[in-house]
């Protein structure tokens, strides 16, 4: 490809991707395509010889496009939202044109330094202590590793790198019963075994973790030799919501000398509005606090940030510099490759600042504040609907209904029927999952394009649909 037919097709993905929004509400929000059927359309084997790029375009708009789960779709209402406002998309536009690896300071000193601007405002958005540092992560998923492996290296007094886990006590980790799977795979990936993640019960409106349970747990498990070695709390669970009591799970882990991680990859968003910070007061005392801007705030995927009050344990536990990694005759500077596992990095920090300045806060706390007042609204007509019960109220933008089933049908069975004849008919998107062992239908408000006119579709959409079933 040469200069000018690069332009080209950088104009046309462009128009291509303008055209792609505006036209989002008239496709289904998910795709009525068959396991297997895309693989089907694409050759086994690569080519031997070039193809020409109208070609490979005219593939992708032909095969791919309609295989896609349209998750900028304003009537996303499934899982979480993977939300990207067209300004980040811009950013990431130009981050992929400069296409820079950015591990060190030295491999792209503005990619470094906007990091750490960026995630000092959201520090500040979020109504977080100063003291708390941090930085751009992939996942949530790899921020909780990061934890929990700083967890695992304080306990061992920082053996367990150098040393490995035989020999060592066994460590323990606790979390309540409602967190996401990521913490799990954290737990698997870092050698302390899933048995020794205690998972404490829940309970109360907010399902959150019972501290008095929590603490007899770790006594008896300091009575029973074993090595405490941190808690992970949760603000906003993947399934309904669950939240912990995190000034009282702090305090638990003072007493103890305990590190604590707190999941709010969803919720974390959330607090950029003032009214919202109830639902973790005492996050301040936490050592490491994860939230996802490209979930809920509008930083286009991938944007997890973790932030940390104490670097030094998550560098003593990450870092290798080998001389090919040193940074000669630079003081003072931050190589952000120290603060996670990969050691490549994506310049994450530009989507940010385009979406910061472009919203300002007011303009993103105002979707927020939409999106929990429609969810508040669909819940309470729901709630009037024959047949209908909210099984979890809003937390937040997220809550759980169920429909009653016809006499004789089982109730699980009739509610995921229902849940995928909604799907099926592609005007909305939602999901399931389980409360208290039963089935339950989850509906998350937040895209960012979603408008109250959507919000009352998806009411007629859930309605409609039950009645065919009855
Ligand atoms: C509460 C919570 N924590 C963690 C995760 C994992 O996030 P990620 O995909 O960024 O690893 C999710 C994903 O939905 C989540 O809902």
């Known amino acids: 490809m040469n200069e000018s037919e690069f332009r080209d097709w950088s104009h046309k993905a462009a128009d291509w991707g303008a055209d792609y ?47 896609m789960t349209h998750w900028q779709h304003p009537r996303f209402f499934a899982y979480f939202p993977a ?15 400069m296409a820079a690896q950015c591990m060190l300071w030295q491999t792209s000193p503005a990619a470094t330094e906007l990091e750490t601007r960026m995630v000092d405002w959201l520090r500040q958005a979020l109504g977080l202590a100063d003291g708390f540092a941090g930085s751009i992560q992939d996942s949530a998923s790899s921020a909780t590793l990061n934890a929990v492996l700083v967890m695992r290296e304080r306990a061992l007094d ?89 000034a009282a799970v702090v305090a638990v882990a003072r007493r103890h000398g305990l590190y604590v991680h707190v999941d709010a990859a969803w919720a974390g968003s959330a607090m950029i509005c003032p009214e919202f910070r109830h639902f973790w007061t005492g996050v301040d005392g936490a050592d490491s ?26 560098v003593r536990t990450l870092a290798i510099r080998p001389e090919y990694l040193k940074t000669h005759g630079a003081d003072g500077i931050v190589n952000y490759s120290e603060w996670s596992v990969p050691l490549g990095r994506r310049f994450r920090a530009l989507k940010l600042w385009f979406l910061l300045r472009a919203y300002g806060l007011e ?26 019960e909210i099984v979890t109220a809003p937390m937040l933008s997220l809550f759980s209904f169920r429909h009653r089933a016809p006499d004789g049908r089982d109730e699980d069975v009739h509610n995921q029927h229902l849940v995928d004849s909604i799907n099926a008919r592609g005007l909305i998107y939602l999901t399931q999952t389980r409360v208290d062992g039963r089935l339950a239908i989850r509906v998350s408000v937040g895209q960012f394009d979603t408008t109250e006119a959507d919000v009352d579709v998806a009411f007629d959409a859930i309605v409609e649909t039950a009645a065919t079933l009855n």
């Open 21 to 67: 929004r505006a036209g989002l509400r008239d496709r289904p929000v998910r795709p009525q395509t068959k396991p297997g059927a895309i693989a089907g359309q694409i050759a086994a084997s690569p080519p031997e010889t070039a193809e020409a790029m109208a070609d490979i375009f005219a593939d992708f708009e032909r095969i791919v496009v309609p295989g």
């Open 83 to 97: 939300n990207a406002a067209p300004e980040s998309v811009v950013a990431e536009y130009l981050v992929s044109a």
């Open 158 to 246: 920082w053996a367990g790198n150098r040393e490995g886990l035989p020999g060592q006590k066994t460590l323990r980790i606790y979390s309540s019963d409602q967190v996401h799977t990521s913490i799990d795979r954290a737990i698997w990936v870092a050698g302390v075994g899933e048995r020794n993640l205690v998972r404490i019960p829940t309970g109360g409106s907010l399902r959150g973790m019972d501290v008095t349970a929590l603490e007899r747990a770790i006594e008896a498990d300091r009575a029973a030799g074993h090595l405490p070695a941190g808690i992970i709390a949760c603000v906003g669970g993947t399934s309904v919501g669950a939240t912990d009591d995190i």
């Open 289 to 314: 606090i994860v939230f996802n801007p490209h979930k809920w705030l509008g930083a286009q995927f991938d944007c997890s940030i973790q932030f940390v009050r104490d670097p030094e344990s998550l």
């Open 363 to 388: 303009g993103l706390r105002a979707r927020i504040r939409d999106h929990v007042r429609w969810s508040e609204g669909l819940a309470g007509r729901l709630k009037r609907a024959p047949r209908f």
